[in-house]
């Protein structure tokens, strides 16, 4: 379990240095990725991680994962997470406080999901949803 919370460090920390392409050989040939503000479609593969990221990160130059905290949840890892993005325009700064769910499978990523609500991604596994107000009130853990 620890080796997944060590894995999806290195993967946020591949992601700030090298974007969606440093991160691409950390999930499985089948991955599925889910969003529900995506829109419809399947994501399966690779190439859909990079087509799910490009549309989550449209309208920003550069997005950035600031800080996060990772909490094991069986075969799952949450992170909540607080990303940055600078816009098109230089005065145009977006932060969010969003979660990913991830499932692994062979030390990869085979199912990865997004969440606007870091409460409803840690119900969503079992946990309880106020770690989302400790995580807001602790040190990040993250870079």
Same mark, same amino acid.
Do not use: C
């Given at each position: 379990?620890? &080796?997944?919370?060590d894995?999806y460090?290195?993967?946020?920390? #591949?992601?700030?240095?090298?974007?969606?392409?440093?991160?691409?050989? $950390?999930?499985?040939?089948?991955?599925?990725? $889910?969003?529900?503000?995506?829109?419809?479609?399947? $994501?399966?593969?690779? !190439?859909?991680?990079? *087509?799910?990221? &490009?549309q989550?990160?449209?309208?920003? !130059?550069?997005? &950035?994962? =600031?800080?996060f905290?990772?909490?094991? %949840?069986?075969?799952?890892?949450? #992170?909540?997470?607080?990303?940055?993005?600078?816009g &098109?325009?230089?005065?145009?700064?977006? +932060?969010?406080?969003?979660?990913?769910?991830v499932?692994? *499978?062979?030390?990869?990523? /085979?199912?990865?999901?997004?969440?606007?609500? =870091?409460?409803? /991604?840690? #119900?969503?596994?079992?946990?309880?949803? +106020?770690? %989302?107000?400790? %995580?807001?009130? =602790?040190?990040?853990?993250?870079?």
């Amino acid at each position: 379990m620890n &080796e997944n919370l060590d894995t999806y460090r290195r993967i946020l920390e #591949a992601f700030n240095r090298e974007g969606v392409d440093g991160v691409t050989p $950390y999930f499985t040939d089948d991955v599925e990725i $889910y969003d529900p503000d995506l829109p419809p479609g399947r $994501y399966r593969g690779p !190439e859909a991680v990079k *087509r799910a990221a &490009e549309q989550l990160m449209s309208g920003f !130059e550069n997005v &950035e994962i =600031q800080n996060f905290r990772l909490l094991p %949840a069986g075969d799952r890892v949450v #992170a909540l997470l607080h990303t940055r993005g600078k816009g &098109e325009r230089d005065d145009l700064v977006v +932060e969010t406080r969003d979660a990913h769910t991830v499932t692994f *499978r062979d030390g990869k990523i /085979a199912y990865w999901r997004v969440y606007l609500d =870091q409460a409803e /991604a840690l #119900a969503d596994v079992g946990l309880d949803p +106020e770690l %989302a107000d400790v %995580a807001d009130a =602790q040190s990040p853990t993250g870079p």
